[in-house]
């Protein structure tokens, strides 16, 4: 495959400690500013007690430009994601992205990968699993 990844080859992005600048730029960005992810005592009121980290911006933190793979992806073109929020992730948490490649195919001229993307909290738990598509076109000979 034209692609340098192997199936099995796991990829770990640097660990980051969530802070409350996080959560208002990723607010501001987005326009998602329910006062879960930003206002405390408002979420003293609320089942976790303490604002949360918006999904998407963990979901943004698997991205694999963010990883040690960016000088790989040249050609590289994101056509899917999905994923499951296994626990919340708050101001304070270490989290560090995983990828793994779980597939490799080829469609046509295109080389298909397929990642498992987690994020685990500084506890070693599982805040986030789920998956990536991205396409690479396949150099002709």
């Given at each position: 495959m034209m692609t340098g990844l192997a199936v099995g080859q796991v990829i770990a992005s640097p660990s980051k400690t969530l802070t409350d600048a996080h959560f208002l730029f990723f607010a501001g960005?987005?326009?998602?500013?329910?006062?879960?992810?930003?206002?405390?005592?408002y979420a003293k009121t609320k089942?976790?007690?303490?604002?949360?980290?918006?999904?998407?911006?963990?979901a943004a933190m698997t991205a694999a430009g963010a990883s040690p793979l960016s000088p790989l992806l040249d050609g590289f073109v994101?056509?899917?994601?999905?994923?499951?929020?296994?626990?919340?992730?708050?101001v304070g948490d270490t989290i560090t992205p995983t990828l793994t490649v779980e597939r490799i195919w080829v469609e046509g001229r295109r080389t298909c990968v397929r990642f498992v993307t987690r994020i685990t909290n500084q506890r070693h738990e599982a805040v986030l699993e789920g998956f990536q598509v991205y396409s690479v076109k396949t150099q002709e000979t």
């Open positions: 960005l987005t326009g998602d500013n329910h006062p879960i992810h930003y206002d405390v005592e089942t976790f007690g303490r604002p949360l980290a918006h999904g998407l911006l963990l994101f056509v899917e994601q999905g994923c499951r929020f296994l626990k919340p992730a708050f």
